[in-house]
């Protein structure tokens, strides 16, 4: 069974950064898609980016030239780097493959934009 396990969020100033980690066991991580999802308070969880086996990465629109996405692969951990945070950052974050198919979720991590 695939474990998901996501760190890194905390309390941070408007303009601040974070890193995100998420660290998968169980399964061949390589092979997949990955993507980082949020869920604010009241809102559907929502895809934030997305990074192939290849390194091939995609944002939503809200989170384009703030956020990076990456991996590494031999450590089957996905990072989220998030700059110029704002208050509408504010969230649970989640991994999970991008697939119909998603494991379980993890219990994610929570970043909060507030000054």
């Known amino acids: 069974q695939v474990q998901l396990v996501e760190s890194g969020g905390g309390l941070v100033q408007p303009g601040g950064s974070l890193r995100l980690s998420c660290a998968a066991s169980g399964t061949l991580f390589s092979i997949y898609v990955m993507g980082w999802y949020r869920q604010a308070p009241g809102k559907q969880r929502e895809l934030v980016a997305t990074i192939t086996n290849g390194g091939t990465t995609n944002y939503a629109d809200s989170v384009k030239g703030r956020f990076t996405i990456s991996r590494d692969n031999a450590k089957k951990t996905v990072y989220l780097q998030m700059n110029s945070l704002k208050p509408e950052d504010t969230a649970l974050y989640y991994c999970?493959?991008?697939?119909?198919?998603?494991?379980?979720w993890g219990q994610g991590t929570q970043v909060t934009v507030s000054s």
């Open positions: 999970n493959k991008e697939s119909s198919s998603r494991w379980t």
